[in-house]
């Protein structure tokens, strides 16, 4: 049969009228689920690629359901970051990192550094250094205990703006990253002026680094430029033995991904870090 033009726009306004209603409805959800903090940080250790001994965590946010079920960021921090809820989800999970962080120094566990993932929908806001230094003064964490990660996407948005604000962050004493580099259009003169320490490669790139030639140059690419502009390179999305070895011989200081931990609960990372740290 010949395509009827007419149906399949009336097939895709109602696919957006749907895809509306399901945002409003999901705003409706998380608005109740931000008033009763149903979230819990998961949390995903980085190695060392030289030998493997553990250099920290990435704290990761998911949405706890009343019935226990997760859902995960991918579903709901771009509705969180288009309606704003973003800025009140994410200072619950910073101080509940800190207050992670705080537990975990009493309890005398080596856990490396801990990261938190910020939206730049956060870090734009008026109040954000305010916060921060807010939740810093209340739990009395070190900020060097934390590295803040930033996308590259959100740092490109206004990189003039971008810059002061790293810049007070990193007056503060947080360590700050760059995340997912490499997807977004970016100068390589600006991330010359960007104050951060790290450098993380995104996962597309790890992921084709065996099989695609373009992919691994990239990879080396960043690793040599970033190490000449003085940063720590970190791949992330590392699943296999195979990646490791390549990342490895490129240079790569840090690695996370499935191949070393998923994210797990506070509960599994105490389980694991009763021991001490070899040194
Ligand atoms: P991201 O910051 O790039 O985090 C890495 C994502 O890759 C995580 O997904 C992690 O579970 C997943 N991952 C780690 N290792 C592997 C691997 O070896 N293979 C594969 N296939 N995946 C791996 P997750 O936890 O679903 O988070 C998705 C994204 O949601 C994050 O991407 C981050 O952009 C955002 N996000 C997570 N937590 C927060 C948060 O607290 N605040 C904000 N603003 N964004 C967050
Ligand atoms: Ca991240
Ligand atoms: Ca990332
Ligand atoms: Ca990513």
Known sequence: AKANPHRRTEFYRTELCEQAERQVALTKLLRKAVSRHQFRAYYQ?????????????????????DDGVLVSPAQFIPVAEETGLIVEIGRWMLGEVCRQITEWRRLGYAFGRVSVNISGRQLTDPEFVTTVAEIIGRTGVDPSDLELEITESWLMVDPERSTEILQALRGMGFKLSIDDFGIAYSSMN???????????????????????????AI????????????????????????????????GCDEAQGYLFSRPVPPEDVERARRMPLRQ
């Open 45 to 65: 250790s980085k190695h060392a690629v030289d030998d493997g001994r553990l250099t920290g965590y990435e704290a990761l946010i998911r949405w706890q359901l």
């Open 219 to 250: 990879v080396s690419a960043i690793i040599a430029m970033g190490h000449n502009l003085g940063r720590e390179i970190v791949a992330e999305g590392v699943e296999t033995r195979g990646q490791l070895d390549m990342l490895r011989s490129a």
């Open 190 to 216: 600006y991330l010359k002026h960007f104050p951060v320490d790290i450098i993380k490669v995104d996962r597309s790139f790890v992921r084709d680094i065996l099989t695609d030639r373009d992919s691994q």
